[in-house]
C-alpha cells in the first residue's frame, strides 16, 4: 500500500519496492550505528497489498532481502538472511499511513513487530515514492536479554 492511489491498475491490490537502511541500533546498554562496519547492513523489500477502496485500513504481505557485506561471523565475506514481514496498514489522510507488521527473520532466528510512519507523493495516477521510517524490535537469537530496537529508513515506489 504505502498510500497507494485508489485508482490503481487491480482495484484492491497494490504493491511496492524499496530499499531500506537501518541506522541505528540499541541492544542491552550498545548503541550501534550505521558508520560501524560489523552493523552495516541493506534491504531490499517488496510488497503486495489487499485493501477496499472504501476503507483506510489494508493487509501488506512483504518480503525483504537483507545483505550484510562486512559479515564476520563466517567464511564468506557477506551475508544474506530475509524478512517475512506482513501487516496492517492505516491511511492516516494527507499521504500519511501509519503501520505495524509481524517479524519474522528467518536466517537470523529472530522475531518480532516493527511499527511504522511512512509519507507518500503522489508521482502519476498510479505510482507514489514513498518515504518511511520504521522502529523494528526483535527478540533473539539469545534466551536471555536478547532484545533489540532499531531505527532505519525505507524509500521506494508503490502502485
Known sequence: MEARPDSSILPGIGGHIGIVQPIASWKQNTISTINEQEFYSLGFPMGITLKKSSSPWAIDFEWVAFIKPNNKDTKSPYKLTSLWHPGILFS????????????????????????????????????????????????????????????????????
Open 92 to 159: 492516516a489522510g494527507r499521504g500519511f499511513t501509519l503501520g505495524l507488521r509481524a517479524a519474522f527473520e528467518l536466517e537470523a532466528d529472530q522475531f518480532g513487530f516493527t511499527p511504522l510512519i511512512n509519507k507518500a507523493i503522489k508521482i502519476n495516477q498510479s505510482i507514489n515514492w514513498f518515504f518511511e521510517i520504521v522502529f523494528p524490535a526483535r527478540w533473539g537469537p539469545e534466551k536471555k536479554e536478547s532484545f533489540t530496537q532499531v531505527l532505519a529508513v525505507h524509500t521506494g515506489i508503490s502502485f
